[in-house]
C-alpha cells in the first residue's frame, strides 16, 4: 500500500514540473513579463512542494501506526478479559493476532485471537483510510500554496535551492544522529560488560569461550562466580585472527591493485582502460557471501588437496583461503582509488621529467608515485578498515575456532566472525555472552576509527597542491 502510494505521489510530482514549467512559459509570453527565474526551476518548485510534504507525512505515519494499532488492540485485550496479562503475554497473543490475520498462524485459534484480528482488520483499514485522505488533503493544500507563488513570480531559483541546502542538511544530521546512536548503543551495552568482566582481562586474555557463561543464569549469578568467567572472554586470539587474515588479504591486495591501477593510470590505452575498468570494479559489487561459498567450496578445498599432495595438515577452513578470496575483494578498492590519485597528479610534473630525459618508468618512480603517495597511503589504509570489518568470508572459510594460531593453513577466527555467532537466535541481553559482542563491537568501531584517522593525517601531511 505504502509502495503504491509513493509512486503516486512520485508521478503526481513530476506531472507538476512539467505543468509547472509549461504554465510561467505560458504567462510569460502572454503578459510580457520577464520570469525570475528559469521555467525549470519553477517546475522543480512545484514538484517539491507537492512531494515532500506528503512523503514526510507518509513516512511518520508509517513509525507511529503499527505501535498506535497496537495500543489499541491492547486495550481490547485486557477489556474483554478479566484475567490481567503482563506486557510479555500482550505481546505474543497480539503476534498470534497478526499472524492469524495475515494467513500463516499455525497454533491453536481462540475466540480471543479472532475476535482480535476482526479488530486488528478493522484498525488498520480505518488507518490506511484516514492516511490516503490526509495526504490528499496536504498534497492539495500545498499544490495550491506553490501554485499561487508560481504565479506571482516568485525567485524559484533562490526557493529551490533553499529546499535543496534543508535537504541536504537533514541527510547530513541523519548520518551524524546514526553514527552517535551506534556509539551510544555500544557504549552503554559494554559499559555493563566491563562492570562485570575486567577490561585488562578482556584486551589481554588468550582465551575465548563465551558459552561459559551462557550457560549460566545471569539473573541469580553471584559475583563470585562472575569473576571465574574472568578467563573466559580474553579477546588476543580475535585480535589475532583478525589481523592475521587482514595481513593476508592485503598482501594478496595491495600489489595486485596497485600495479593493476598504475597500468591503467600510466600504460592503458583508452580502449583498454574503457573495458578493463569497469570489469575490475565489478568485483567489489560482488555480494561478500558469493566470495564465502567461492572460498568455502572452491579455494579451501584446493588448498586442502595441494597440502595433502606434499603431505602437509591443511584445514578445510583456513586462514589463507579466507584471506586470499578477501583480498581479490579488495583489490577493486585500491586499484580505483590508486587510479584516480595517479591521474590527478598535473601532467606537467611528467612532461618535465621527460624534458630532463627520463624515462616513462623513472618518471613514475620517481615523480608520479611520491606526488600521488599520500592518496595511495590513503587507499590502502581504506582497504584495511574493510578488511578488518569482513565478515561473511571469514564465517564462511576460516572457522569458529579462536586459535592463536601464525600458521595460515590451520583454521582461526575474526571479531566479525564472534559477533555474528553471539547474536544469532534468541539471547538474554543482561548475559555476558550477549554483551561481550558490543564489547568486541567497540572495540572494533575504535580500530577502524584509529585507522581513519591515520590514513587522514598521512593525507593531510604529504598532500601536495599543485596549480
Known amino acids: 500500500m505504502n509502495l503504491a502510494i509513493i509512486v503516486l505521489i512520485v508521478l503526481f510530482s513530476i506531472s507538476s514540473f512539467f505543468f509547472a514549467r509549461t504554465k510561467v512559459k505560458k504567462i510569460a509570453i502572454s503578459n510580457q513579463t520577464k520570469l525570475n527565474a528559469l521555467p525549470d526551476y519553477y517546475g522543480f518548485y512545484l514538484s517539491l512542494?507537492?512531494?515532500?510534504?506528503?512523503?514526510?507525512?507518509?513516512?511518520?505515519?508509517?513509525?507511529f501506526e503499527p505501535s498506535i494499532i497496537k495500543a489499541f488492540i491492547f486495550q481490547g485485550i485486557s477489556?474483554?478479559?478479566?484475567?490481567?496479562?503482563?506486557?510479555s503475554e500482550l505481546n505474543l497473543i497480539y503476534q498470534q493476532i497478526k499472524s492469524f490475520h495475515f494467513g500463516y498462524f499455525t497454533g491453536t485459534i481462540t475466540e480471543e485471537i479472532i475476535r482480535g484480528a476482526e479488530s486488528y482488520k478493522s484498525f488498520l483499514s480505518i488507518a490506511q483510510g484516514s492516511k490516503i485522505v490526509l495526504l490528499a488533503t496536504i498534497i492539495i493544500f500545498t499544490t495550491l500554496y506553490a501554485l499561487k507563488k508560481i504565479l506571482?513570480?516568485?525567485?524559484?531559483r533562490e526557493d529551490v535551492e533553499k529546499i535543496f541546502k534543508g535537504l541536504l542538511f537533514v541527510c547530513s544530521l541523519v548520518a551524524i544522529l546514526t553514527t552517535i546512536g551506534i556509539i551510544f548503543a555500544l557504549l552503554f551495552e559494554s559499559i555493563k560488560f566491563f562492570s562485570v568482566i575486567n577490561i585488562f582481562d578482556f584486551l589481554f586474555g588468550t582465551s575465548w569461550s563465551p558459552q561459559r557463561a551462557f550457560v549460566r543464569d545471569a539473573s541469580t549469578i553471584t559475583a563470585e562466580e562472575y569473576a571465574d568467567l574472568k578467563n573466559a572472554f580474553g579477546t588476543v586470539p580475535l585480535f589475532a585472527g583478525t589481523a592475521f587474515i587482514a595481513l593476508i588479504a592485503m598482501i594478496v591486495a595491495v600489489p595486485i591493485g596497485l600495479f593493476s591501477g598504475i597500468y591503467m593510470a600510466e600504460y592503458a590505452n583508452t580502449k583498454v582502460r574503457k573495458y578493463s575498468k569497469p570489469i575490475i570494479e565489478i568485483l567489489a559489487g560482488i555480494p561478500t557471501v558469493v566470495y564465502g561459498f567461492f572460498a568455502a567450496l572452491t579455494v579451501g578445498p584446493f588448498f586442502r588437496e595441494i597440502g595433502e599432495k606434499f603431505g602437509l595438515e591443511v584445514s578445510s577452513e583456513s586462514a589463507l583461503a579466507a584471506g586470499l578470496v578477501m583480498g581479490v575483494m579488495i583489490i577493486p578498492y585500491i586499484s580505483s582509488l590508486s587510479d584516480d590519485v595517479i591521474n590527478a597528479v598535473p601532467q606537467s610534473l611528467r612532461d618535465g621529467s621527460y624534458a630532463i630525459g627520463a624515462t616513462k618508468s623513472e618518471t613514475i618512480k620517481r615523480v608520479v608515485f611520491p606526488a600521488a603517495l599520500p592518496g595511495i597511503v590513503g587507499s590502502v589504509l581504506l582497504a584495511v578498515s574493510r578488511a578488518i570489518g569482513e565478515t561473511m568470508i571469514v564465517v564462511m572459510a576460516a572457522g569458529l575456532a579462536a586459535n592463536l594460531t601464525l600458521n595460515p593453513l590451520e583454521s582461526t577466527t575474526t571479531i566479525t566472525t564472534q559477533i555474528v555467532m553471539i547474536l544469532v537466535g534468541d539471547q538474554e541481553f543482561d548475559s555476558p555472552k550477549t554483551q561481550s559482542a558490543f564489547a568486541l563491537g567497540l572495540t572494533l568501531f575504535f580500530a577502524t576509527l584509529v585507522l581513519n584517522y591515520i590514513a587522514l593525517r598521512v593525507v593531510k601531511k604529504y598532500r601536495e597542491k599543485y596549480e
Open 49 to 63: 512542494w507537492c512531494a515532500l510534504p506528503a512523503l514526510l507525512i507518509l513516512i511518520v505515519w508509517t513509525i
Open 79 to 87: 477489556g474483554e478479559n478479566a484475567q490481567t496479562y503482563n506486557n
Open 152 to 156: 506571482n513570480n516568485n525567485k524559484a
